[in-house]
C-alpha cells in the first residue's frame, strides 16, 4: 500500500477493481496492436517517445526516454517499494496478539503479501538501471521517502481494520490510475498490486465490521480506530492542488492522471456509504452530501501536520527507520555468510569441471 | 499412558509454538526473499496448528474449539516440546530449531499419513509436504552459515550446540500413541547428520537431556510467550473477533 503523501511533487490516481481489470485489458490490446517497429536510424528519438506515449502504448526497459521520465519514474516506484516494506511494521506488530488464530493468519499472510509487493516493485525499478542494493540504501539513509501514513503507530487490534478499510482503501484509489502508467513494468506491477490491495481493503473492512458489531469494548475501539486514521488517509492523496508542485509533465507523460483533490473526492465519496454499513461515524461535523457537486463536502486534513510527519516528525518516523537499518545490520552477517558460501559452491564445480 | 487427546494437543501446540516464534521474524529477517520464506514457513505451521487443535478438541468433547485450545489454556496445560518455546536467538539459532523441528515433523506427519486414525492420516498428508519444505529450506541455510564466513560457522556451530539437547524429549517413547516417537529417531539422526557433515558441524558431547514439555513442564520462557499471544482475546471474554 502506498500514498501520495512523500512529498510535494509525486503521483496519483483513482479508481476500483473494475478499472483494474479494464486497465489489464487495455495492456493486452496495446500489446496485440503492436507497436511501429523500431525508430530508424534518422528518426527523432523523442518524437517517437511522444508518439508511444500518445498512442496510449508502453515504453518498455529498452526504449529511449528521457532522463527526467526515467528518474521521476525511478523515484515514485522506488518511494513505492519503500511503502511496502517500511508499511510491513505497523501491522506487523499485531501478528503475535491477533484475537483467533484465523485472523492470525490472514494477517501474517497480509503482511507477507507487502513484502512480495515490495520486491516486485524494486524489480520494476531495476529495469530502469538501478540496483535494489542503491534504492534499499537511499531509504535507509534517508535519501528517498515511504508513505507517510506508516509514521502513525497502531494502537489497537481495532487499528489493523482501520487501516485495511481506509488506508488499503485510499491506496487503491491512488494505484488504480497507474495501472495504466505509460511505463509498461510498473503498469503491469500496478494491476497486479492492486488486485492483492483490494482483498486487503476487503479483510480489513470486515475486521471492523466484526468489532463494530461486537460487544460495547469492541464497538469503542473500532470507532476510536477510525476517528484517529480518518484525517492522516485523507491526507495520503497528497497536498491540495493549489499547493501541489506536481508536474504538469508527469500528466503529459501519463504516470499521473488524476489531481490529488479528485482523488481524494472520491475517496471520501467511497467511504462515506460504507461507514453506515459498517456503523462507525466519520469524524467529520461538516460531512454532507452537496447536491449541486453530487459529492460530499468535507473538511481537509491538516496539511500543517502532514508536511510535520514528511519532515520526519511523526509519532513513529524514527522508530519505523531504525527497526529497519536494525534488522538490515543485523542480517549482514548471513548475506554474507551466503555470498561467500555460493563462491565456495562455484569453485568447487569449476574444480570439478577443469 | 496419554491417549489420542493428548498425543494430538502435543502435536497441534508444538506448530502452535512454532508459528508463533517464526512470526516473530516478521519485518526482521536478514533478507526480504526471508522475510517471505519465514512466513510461510510460519503460516504451515499456524495451519496445521488449527487443524489439530480443532481435531484435539473433538477428541476431548468438551466444546472447545482452536480459540478455546489455543487462548483459554495456561502455559502448564501446553503440551509442545521445550524446544519450540525457546527464544528465536540470532538467525542460526532459528535455522537450527528449525531444522530440528522439520527433521522430527517430516517423519512424525509421514508416519501419521499412513496411521489408522483417519484424521491424523489427513493432517499427516498434508503437513509432510509442507515439512519437507522446511526442511528443505533449514538445510540449505544450515549448510551455508556452517561453511560460510568464520563468523557464520561460529554463530551456526554454536546455535546447534545449544538447541542440540532439547531434541531428545522429541523422541521419549509412547508405544501406545498413533506414531511411537522413538522410532522416529533413526531417520532424524540420519538426516541431521547428513545436514551438518556437509556444513562442516559437529553434534556436541552432550547427557544433559531437557525434557517436560509434554507433562506441561516448560522452560520459563512459555509462559511469556503465552501472555503476548493471548492478551486480547482474553481482555474481551466472550467476544467474537
Known sequence: MYGNDFSAEDTAGGGLLGEVEAAEAALREAAARGRRGAPGPDQDLAAYFAEVVEADQKIEPR???????????????????????????????????????K??????????????????????????????????????NGRQKYSSIFNYPTLTWADVGAIGWLVDGAAIVNQVPLCRCSYGPYARAMIRVCKEESFHQRQGYEILHTLAHGTPGQKA??????????????????PP???????????????????????????????????????????????????????????????DELMRVIKGEGPCNRQRMEHRRRAHAEGAWVRDAATAYAAKQAAKREKVAA | MKGPFDFTLGLADDALVAAQRLAEWSTRAPEMEEDIALSNIALDQLGAARLLLTYAGELEGAGRDEDALAFGRDDREFRNCLLVELPNGDFAVTMAKLLLLSAYQLPLYTALAACADERLAAIGGKARKESAYHLDHSSLWVKRLGDGTEESHRRMQAAVDEMWPYTHELFAADPAAPVDPATLRPDFDAVVSAVLDEATLTRPETTWAPAGGRDGVHTEHLSFLLAEMQVLHRAHPGARW
Request: hydrophobic fraction near 40%; charge should be negative.
Open chain 1, 221 to 238: 475501539m473500532a470507532q476510536d480506530a477510525v476517528n484517529r486514521w480518518w484525517y492522516p488517509s485523507l491526507a495520503m492523496f497528497g
Open chain 1, 103 to 140: 485472523r492470525k493468519a490472514i494477517l501474517l499472510a497480509k503482511v507477507q503479501d507487502e513484502a512480495g509487493h515490495g520486491l516486485y516493485l524494486y524489480a520494476a525499478a531495476e529495469t530502469l538501471g538501478i540496483s535494489r542494493d542503491e534504492l534499499v540504501d537511499m531509504l535507509l
Open chain 1, 241 to 303: 492542488d493549489t499547493d501541489s508542485t506536481h508536474s504538469a509533465q508527469s500528466m503529459a507523460w501519463k504516470i499521473k492522471r488524476f489531481s490529488n483533490d479528485e482523488l481524494r473526492q472520491r475517496f471520501v465519496d467511497m467511504c462515506v456509504g460504507q461507514a453506515e454499513v459498517l456503523g462507525v461515524t466519520i469524524p467529520d461535523p461538516a460531512l454532507r452530501w452537496n447536491d449541486e457537486r453530487q459529492s460530499y463536502d468535507y473538511t481537509q486534513p491538516d496539511y
Open chain 1, 63 to 101: 526504449d529511449w526516454m528521457p532522463e527526467a521520465y526515467r528518474k521521476t519514474l525511478i523515484r515514485q516506484i522506488a518511494q513505492h517499494a519503500h511503502s511496502e516494506i517500511i508499511g510491513m511494521q505497523p501491522e506487523g506488530n499485531w501478528i503475535s496478539r491477533a484475537p483467533s488464530l
